[in-house]
């Protein structure tokens, strides 16, 4: 019975931590809009990393997306090109991942952003 108890209390534990990790997460992206997917009809237009878990994604050269990966690749920032495995025109998050040299990287969210709030991220 014991156990049972400390082991509830621990997995509560765990998950008000991770529920807190998302939430200093997030306050860092409250200005953006969340979107479930990316339509791309012709393809990516262009992308730029911005640092090991996130990259911008441009659908033409109007609709940049900012992509935030589930987990960090540590080869983003100097790879040349990436893959992303998609079904069709859409790229959807939580589905869909982003190839870095062999490797999947599992699409976590995305957010839409002007083309001057793309331009500062890749900037910084």
């Known amino acids: 019975m014991r156990l049972l ?5 621990l997995l ?3 998950g008000s931590t991770a529920q807190a990790a998302d939430a200093v997460r997030d306050d860092g992206l409250a200005g953006y809009e969340e979107v479930k997917r990316i339509t791309a009809f012709r393809g990516l237009y262009s992308w730029s ?3 090991d878990d ?4 441009w659908a033409n050269a ?3 997306y900012l992509v935030e990966l589930r987990f960090p690749s540590h ?3 100097f790879a040349r090109a990436i893959g992303v495995t998609q ?12 190839q870095v040299r062999g490797f999947r990287y599992p699409i976590g969210r995305i957010y839409k952003l002007s ?5 500062r991220l890749s900037q910084s």
């Open 87 to 98: 079904f069709g025109s859409q790229i959807h998050a939580r589905t869909d991942s982003i």
């Open 62 to 64: 109007y609709e940049p």
């Open 75 to 77: 080869d983003l920032r």
């Open 54 to 57: 996130s990259l911008i994604l």
């Open 12 to 14: 509560l534990g765990l």
């Open 115 to 119: 083309r001057d709030e793309a331009r």
């Open 49 to 51: 990393s911005i640092d």
């Open 5 to 9: 108890i400390a082991s509830t209390l």
